[in-house]
């Protein structure tokens, strides 16, 4: 039996101004498949501090033509506030998912409706370039369409504003508000205006990619070094635009595309999940880098935000670093080049997220280079470069969900960026003698070996989020004092933004924006971390340990020691 709510909602629909492809769809679901009809209707999709992220369909809770123009006529309604009597420019890009191309033209028709100038990129792109276009063109806001990695199934729409990065406070908070107001596609005007829309690409194409080769530290050394062999794979996404391109920019002669995940697809048919994080999205690269004995692999997700990597170790296997581990590697040579040249004078800094690695922490202070934490999401990494432009120089950035920056004239995680700074990285480890898993052992052991773990749990629907909601409660309410036999020495609860010193019994106010997380620290240097994940149906469980490295030939042991202390934590806790 359907809920009577859900079926007025989805009846508001049948009435309403929806086209008759989705009143058919609509019909269907009433008729055939009350399930998919309630997760459609329960409630609207919620445009959150980031935009828009859902399942494409029909329905309140879904991405469609008509959750989009509305959320664009409410952030249009806000921008107009914000820039009162100014001419607005907005620029719009996409990637390659199904509709992107659909939802990005919805969206310039509403903007131009509004009397908005709309620069919209010809094809799809990465999404740093978008944040790139921004500012490049003096845009007071950008559009771009793309749910990043989540599987083919989903879209999303990420709002960024005048400084190139994503909306933080008030704007997040703002923009809610006003999109919150529109509640029927009436309200907003579809038609558009053509006159007021620009195309933009090649050369915006090629003002970024000047500035991006303008990071390189080691220019000689890639020459020296151009034919590493580097294995390279845009998961059929927007990387497929200016990775390659950018690679040779950089001095890079021996780039070798995956083929077979070369084109643009948003059904994404070679993985189950477009995902550079997951080692099945990696398979055809791996297969390549074996048949072409590569020194590098680089893999990125639709929107070219997030990077994966792949290294050989001594046996010659071929493993994936973590997200923590290559922003280890890339903030490391970073520092040391800057180091060499001089450019360290106590008016620098890197920026991480929390739940990210201290790992970077640490060698930020053998350099002088001051190390800042902010809330899980590059937008506020994007924040902290904005509120500090004028005093201290950003030197890179990253979280440990892949995402990398390094420069300020990008405001977002670029892959772009990011594969061109690793593979110059391996090329440097390589003029020194080392391969660059031989590099991130000697990390370890002048540093510590930190060994970090994400565990994500689905729960989907409506139930799904009450029962991840509860999860949370549970921890808040009732926090271990022990775990795995160590003490619990400190609580932080972001949502509260209170630190509780267990030991001192001693309380501190987080000079963060309040974010339902709770971090668990305990006495043997051990960070945990919970926090329920916000752009899709996960609880997102992080574990940090912290180990001694003697020596390269001692990685093996300790690695499995380290996993078994995460092992136990999780078994202990019950978190599968």
């Keep these: 039996m359907v809920d009577p709510v859900i079926l007025q909602r989805a009846q508001t629909w049948l009435d309403g101004p929806y086209d008759d492809e989705t009143k058919a769809q609509i019909q269907y679901l009433i008729e055939k498949d009350h399930e998919e009809l309630t997760d459609a209707f329960y409630r ?71 009397g908005f100038l709309v620069y919209l990129f010809d094809d799809l792109r990465p999404t740093p370039e978008l944040s790139f276009a921004i500012r490049q063109l003096g845009c007071q ?136 994080e997951e080692r099945e999205a990696m398979s055809l690269a791996l297969k390549l880098a074996v048949e072409k004995q590569a020194d590098l692999i680089l893999a990125t997700d639709p929107d070219a935000d997030r990077v994966g990597v792949g290294v050989r170790n001594p046996g010659g296997e071929y493993i994936l670093l973590n997200g923590n581990q290559t922003a280890t590697l890339l903030i490391y040579y970073l520092l040391i080049k800057w180091q060499e040249k001089g450019l360290i004078n106590g008016k620098q800094f890197i920026a991480k997220t929390i739940v990210t690695s201290e790992l970077l922490k640490k060698i930020a202070g053998k350099y002088g280079v001051s190390s800042f934490d902010v809330l899980t999401g590059f937008k506020y990494i994007a924040e902290i470069i904005l509120s500090l432009e004028g005093k201290m120089k950003f030197i890179g950035g990253g979280e440990e969900s892949y995402g990398l920056l390094v420069g300020d004239f990008v405001r977002d995680k670029d892959a772009v960026i990011a594969c061109c700074m690793i593979a110059e990285t391996a090329a440097w480890a390589y003029s020194q003698g080392k391969t660059f898993y031989e590099l991130l052992m000697e990390i370890y052991i002048e540093f510590g070996f930190y060994k970090e773990t994400l565990l994500s749990v689905t729960k989907k629907g409506k ?43 001693v309380n501190e106010k987080i000079e963060l924006p309040a974010s339902n997380v709770l971090q668990f620290f305990l006495d043997d240097g051990s960070k945990i971390t919970v926090r329920p994940s916000g752009t899709e149906p996960k609880i997102k469980y992080y574990f940090g340990v912290v180990g001694t490295l003697t020596s390269k030939e001692a990685f093996n042991i300790t690695d499995r020691e380290l996993q078994q202390r995460i092992d136990g934590i999780i078994e202990e806790l019950k978190l599968k």
């Design 463 to 505: 139930s799904g989020a009450e029962e991840i909601q509860q999860l949370m409660d549970s921890f808040r309410n009732h926090p271990p004092s022990i775990i795995y036999g160590k003490k619990v020495v400190c609580i932080k609860d972001y949502k509260y933004q209170i630190s509780k010193d267990l030991v001192n019994n």
């Design 141 to 276: 806001s950008g559009v771009n369409i793309t749910a990043s990695h989540n599987p083919k199934e989903y879209n999303g729409y990420k709002v960024y504003w005048n400084d190139g990065g994503q909306l933080v406070s008030p704007h997040d908070t703002n923009v809610i508000k006003e999109v919150l107001k529109i509640q029927s596609p009436a309200e907003v005007d579809f038609s558009g205006n053509p006159d007021k829309i620009r195309s933009i690409g090649k050369e915006i194409d090629e003002a970024y990619i000047e500035k991006l080769v303008s990071l390189s530290l080691s220019p000689e050394i890639i020459q020296k070094f151009n034919q590493l062999k580097i294995v390279y794979s845009p998961l059929h996404g927007a990387g497929t635009r200016l990775i390659p391109e950018s690679l040779k920019a950089f001095g890079f002669r021996n780039v070798m595309v995956v083929e077979e995940q070369r084109q643009p697809d948003g059904n994404f048919p070679t993985v189950k999940s477009p995902n550079p």
């Design 44 to 114: 609207d999709l919620e445009f959150g501090t980031g935009g828009l992220r859902g399942i494409m369909g029909a329905g309140t809770n879904r991405m469609n033509k008509y959750t989009v123009g509305m959320a664009t006529q409410g952030l249009a309604n806000y921008i107009k506030q914000m820039f009162p009597g100014q001419a607005i420019k907005v620029a719009i890009a996409h990637d390659s998912r199904n509709n992107s191309r659909l939802f990005a033209g919805v969206t310039a028709n509403v903007f131009t409706s509004n």
